[in-house]
């Protein structure tokens, strides 16, 4: 009688022990998962894209904002924001687009 109390204590605990185990590699996969990006260098991305730009400050400082904000800058000088969408979608107050 001792034994099977002694048996089906030590099952419940390896039971338990496994469940934590489990439990335990659910959350670092999870938090893994949800680690953001690398940071793009919003500098050197966005004095190449503002490289040909009429207002390179002006352009510079609103692309390092969408760069910020969105962690990534089409290619070239222009056009291409279909690379960026997040990028592409940003306006100002007026509805114009606010990313160079």
């Known amino acids: 009688?001792?034994?099977s109390k002694a048996l089906i204590a030590s099952l419940l605990i390896s039971l338990l022990l496994i469940q934590l185990v489990e439990a335990d590699q659910l959350v670092t996969s999870a938090s893994k998962?949800?680690?953001p990006p690398n940071k793009i260098d919003c500098g050197?991305?966005?004095t190449a894209r503002c490289r040909l730009s009429s207002r390179p400050h002006?352009?510079?400082r609103a692309c390092g904002t969408?760069?910020?904000r969105c962690n990534c800058v089409p290619p070239?000088?222009?056009g291409n924001q279909e690379m960026c969408p997040?990028?592409?979608s940003l306006?100002?107050?007026g509805g114009r687009r606010k990313c160079p």
């Open 91 to 93: 306006t100002t107050h």
């Open 58 to 60: 002006l352009c510079k």
């Open 1 to 3: 009688m001792a034994i």
């Open 76 to 78: 070239g000088t222009a």
């Open 66 to 68: 969408c760069c910020a």
């Open 33 to 35: 998962e949800g680690d």
């Open 44 to 46: 050197g991305a966005c």
């Open 86 to 88: 997040c990028y592409a």
